[in-house]
């Protein structure tokens, strides 16, 4: 079993940067994709980027260049920095873990992913 813990949600104001954070413990040997999504009110949960055990990174293409995603502690904790937030970017925050592939595919339909933190509140008032 796998647990995944968020941190670092919050308020700040549009413009502003956020780091959140997502600690791994339990039977982690087989983490070979981890990942945020988010979801706002009203919307479906969408993919936000995902990073496989040798670090290389998959976006979302609304994301490029404001989010990047970092993985460190031998693969067991992964970061979200989040810069120029926009109100758009209000939601809240999940963390996701797999062993499997870590591609495209699983950006977009969580396919392997088959452990899930509670997730981070983040509010962007513009």
């Known amino acids: 079993q796998v647990q995944l813990a968020e941190s670092g949600g919050g308020s700040v104001q549009a413009g502003g940067s956020l780091k959140l954070s997502c600690v791994a413990s339990g039977d982690t040997y087989s983490s070979n994709c981890m990942g945020w999504f988010r979801q706002a009110a009203g919307k479906e949960r969408e993919g936000v980027g995902i990073i496989d055990s040798a670090g290389t990174t998959t976006y979302a293409d609304s994301m490029k260049g404001r989010f990047t995603i970092a993985r460190d502690h031998a693969g067991n904790t992964l970061h979200l920095h989040m810069n120029n937030l926009k109100p758009e970017d209000t939601g809240k925050y999940y963390c996701?873990?797999?062993?499997?592939?870590?591609?495209?595919?699983?950006?977009?339909?969580?396919?392997?992913?088959?452990?899930w933190g509670e997730g981070t509140l983040v509010t962007i008032s513009s």
């Open positions: 996701a873990l797999g062993g499997g592939s870590c591609g495209t595919n699983v950006l977009k339909t969580y396919v392997g992913l088959d452990f």
